[in-house]
C-alpha cells in the first residue's frame, strides 16, 4: 500500500484528525540517510509527525520542523508542503545506542536538552516561526506539546515505526488528533479514554489497519466525515542551482583557490545525498 494521509473532522465541529501511512518515504529516508536501527526510529517519527503538520498547509505553504538535541544524533530536519512532498535528514547517523526494555532509546539519541523549532512558509512576507523546549525528547508528545502551547491548540500525537529484522522499516504511521474552538470536556475525555485502551498504534499497523479504520476507532461513536486524502512521498527539491549558492558560503578566497585549481568541488544534498561537481572552470565563472 503506497503512503497517504487523510484528513477529517467530527460532525458536530469539536475535533479534527489526520491519520497517515508513511512506510516507503520512512525506508527511503532510512537508505537515503545510512542510519541505524535507533537514528532510523527517530528520523521515521520525525518525517511522519512533519507529514501530520503538513497536512494542515494549503495551496503553495510549506513547512521545516527542526529538532536539536544535546544526544549522539545533534540535529533532525524535516519539511513538508500541502501536497505531500517530503524529504528529512538526520546530522549524525549512527547513534551507537542499543534498545533498551525492548525499546529503541529514542530520547536519549535525540538528548534530554534542547528545543523543536517549527517554520511555516505561509506565503506572507516573513515565515512564521515556534519554538518550544524539548519535554520527553520522544518526538510525539514533543509536537504535542508544541501545538497545545505555542499554537494553543490542544492535540495528541502518536507516531508508530517498527523494523525488520534487517533494521529496513516494516511499517510506520501517525495520528494527529485536535481539540477545535468549543469542544466540550466531555468530549475529549471520550478521545483520551479512546486512545489509552486501543491497541497500540504499531500493533494496528501491523495487522494490516488503514489510517480510515484507525481513524474510525479513534472517534468511536461520534460521526465524523473524511473529506481529504492526499498520497505521500519523498521528494528532493535540490538543484545545481542551488548547490552552486551553497559554494559561496565557502568565502571569496577558498573560491578564487579553488578556481584557479585542478580539482573540482563537489556538493552534496543532505536529503537524497546527490552529488553536484563543479569544474575549477565552472567556479571561476560563478566568481564572475
Known amino acids: 500500500m503506497s503512503d497517504y494521509l487523510i484528513r477529517m473532522t467530527s460532525n458536530d465541529g469539536n475535533l479534527r484528525a489526520v491519520a497517515a501511512l508513511t512506510t516507503d518515504l520512512c525506508e527511503i529516508s532510512r537508505r537515503m540517510q545510512g542510519t541505524d536501527p535507533t537514528a532510523t526510529v527517530a528520523l521515521a517519527r520525525m518525517a511522519t509527525g512533519t507529514a501530520l503538520l503538513g497536512a494542515l498547509l494549503k ?38 545506542l542499543a534498545p533498551r526494555d525492548d525499546r529503541f532509546d529514542v530520547s536519549g539519541a535525540i538528548g534530554r536538552a534542547g528545543f523543536l523549532s517549527v517554520i511555516k512558509d505561509l506565503g506572507l512576507k516573513e515565515p512564521y516561526r515556534g519554538m518550544v523546549q524539548l519535554q520527553t525528547s520522544e518526538i510525539g508528545e ?49 478521545v483520551e479514554k479512546q486512545l489509552l485502551t486501543m491497541p497500540p498504534l504499531s500493533e494496528q499497523l ?45 568565502g571569496q578566497d577558498e573560491l578564487r583557490a579553488a578556481a584557479s585549481g585542478a580539482e573540482p568541488i563537489s556538493v552534496t544534498c543532505e536529503y537524497c545525498r546527490k552529488s553536484y561537481s563543479f569544474s575549477p ?8
Open 142 to 190: 514533543d509536537i504535542a506539546y508544541y501545538l497545545t502551547t505555542s499554537e494553543q491548540v490542544p492535540s495528541s500525537v502518536l507516531l508508530a515505526v517498527s523494523l525488520s529484522k534487517e533494521a529496513a522499516v516494516l511499517v510506520a504511521g501517525g495520528l494527529l488528533i485536535q481539540a477545535l474552538p468549543g469542544c466540550a470536556e466531555e468530549t475529549l475525555d471520550a
Open 206 to 250: 501491523l495487522g494490516g489497519h488503514t489510517p480510515e479504520q484507525i481513524s474510525a476507532t479513534i472517534f468511536g461513536k461520534t460521526p465524523f466525515t473524511l473529506y481529504e486524502r492526499i498520497p505521500l512521498a519523498f521528494r528532493c527539491n535540490c538543484s545545481r542551482t542551488q548547490s552552486a549558492k551553497i559554494l559561496f558560503s565557502l
Open 281 to 288: 572552470a565552472e567556479i571561476a565563472e560563478l566568481l564572475n
Open 59 to 96: 495551496n503553495d505553504q510549506r513547512l521545516a520542523m527542526i529538532i536539536e538535541g544535546n544526544g549522539p544524533l545533534q540535529k533532525l530536519h524535516a519539511e513538508t508542503d500541502a501536497a505531500g512532498h517530503l524529504r528529512c535528514s538526520v546530522k549524525q547517523p549512527l547513534t551507537g
